[in-house]
């Protein structure tokens, strides 16, 4: 599976969000096999919960589940780019990369971009790229968003 591979299967998840009446935002995780080991998307709205992104869901059942506070190595592939609370979730669980779609900074509720969050974080480096099927990603939430 290579990066688009994944991040369709992130765009799917995406849309399962929705049908479930939360954001279309999504989540792929992968070990430090390349192995897909989670799905998730935000369940803001079915949680009653502002931080339920999916990110932060992610992190929270992984690390329960291995009974683990480092996913060192592990790869989290977003439809959008992380907001500052899910990126800084990501450097808190040490994931080392973070493959996002659409870009958010401009209309996110706190505008700081995830390559600048990133570049702060020396104790546990994250690696963030952008841009992967971006079109798609940027289409899928504007079709979705306010549904
Ligand atoms: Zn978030």
New binding site residues.
Partial sequence: MDHEDIMRSAIAEAEIAVSDGNAPFAVIVLDYDNTIVWKDHDRVRENMDPTA?G??NAIRYLCKKLQTLSLKGYTFYTTSE??P??LTGMIKARVSTNYYGAKTESDASLPLSAETLASHAKKYPIKVVGGILEKECLEQRNRLLHK
């Fill in positions: 992104h990110e932060i992380p907001c609370t899910c």
